[in-house]
């Protein structure tokens, strides 16, 4: 089902986060910088897996345009300025700056994450019924 697989990778990008915010306390600044890229490369995949194929295929069987999908876009742009302001944090040596950003950043995708998995994923499960194995496939296809 779409549910466990998005769930699974949202939990996967959640891990490196957290290795990333380690290194950045740890004061292991390159450390820091490669996990975080890591952590913002596995996310911005996961938007790209929602946006070029999840959401379109929904919206196609539903006919469903605006509403959640629209949301979930417009979330994601938030959280892309987001990342990229803690890549710069990180990159000018501005750990304080990181972590009051993280904070943000984190609060925002536990939310959307929460929507996407209590509300989106079940809609676009029971949307493409026995055609979910297939969209799993596609997804786990993309390139990151």
């Known amino acids: 089902m779409i549910l ?3 769930r699974d990778d949202h939990r996967a990008c959640d891990h490196l986060y957290t290795e990333a915010e380690a290194a950045v306390l740890a004061k292991d600044l390159e450390k820091a910088a490669s996990l975080f890229q890591d952590f913002a490369e596995a996310t911005l995949h996961h938007f790209d897996m929602e946006e070029k194929e999840l959401f379109i295929t929904f919206e196609k069987r539903t006919g469903m345009m605006g509403g959640p999908t629209q949301m979930m876009r417009y979330e994601h742009q938030q959280l892309r300025t987001l990342l990229e302001s803690m890549r710069l ?3 000018e040596n501005r750990p304080n700056d990181f972590f009051g950003i993280g904070e943000s950043m984190m609060i925002m995708l536990q939310q959307h994450n929460m929507k996407e998995e209590q509300m ?3 809609m676009i499960d029971r949307a493409l019924d026995t055609d979910a ?3 799993i496939q596609t997804l786990r296809e993309m390139v990151r």
Do not use: R, T, W
């Open 4 to 6: 466990e697989f998005m």
């Open 89 to 91: 944090a990180l990159s």
């Open 120 to 122: 989106l994923y079940p």
């Open 133 to 135: 194995g297939l969209m």
